[in-house]
């Protein structure tokens, strides 16, 4: 079993930046990919980026490209997603999200990949 807690949301102004975190607990050992989804209010879960754990390919929505970035520590088992500009169209609940299976680029940002979930960190950006 793995458990996922994610933190670091918050309200900032439109341009500012959060850095949200996920902790891992549990057995780790064979986790291939690790993700950031968001979901807001009346919208679909969205997949934000992705990595892979072993090799560190990262992968992004187009909507946060060259704003967001996802990154990893191991020693610490902590997952993070720098999230810089932010704009009002960033407001969501934002998840972490862990998987076993290696996925294909095609999979990374897909929610029904991923077999354990953090229980959200809410990130309101006002204009």
């Known amino acids: 079993q793995v458990q996922l807690v994610d933190s670091g949301g918050g309200a900032v102004q439109a341009g500012g930046s959060l850095r949200l975190s996920c902790r891992s607990f549990?057995?780790?050992?064979?986790?291939?990919?690790m993700a950031w989804f968001r979901q807001a209010p009346g919208k679909e879960r969205e997949g934000v980026a992705a990595i892979y754990t072993e090799g560190g390919s990262t992968y992004y929505a187009d909507s946060v490209k060259g704003r967001f970035t996802i990154s990893q520590d191991n020693a610490k088992n902590t997952l993070y997603l720098q999230m810089n500009s932010l704009k009002p169209e960033d407001t969501a609940m934002y998840y972490c999200a862990s998987a076993y299976r290696v996925l294909a680029r095609g999979e990374s940002l897909s929610p029904d990949k991923y077999n354990y979930w953090g229980k959200g960190t809410q990130v309101t950006v006002s204009s």
């Open positions: 549990g057995y780790t050992y064979d986790i291939s990919f």
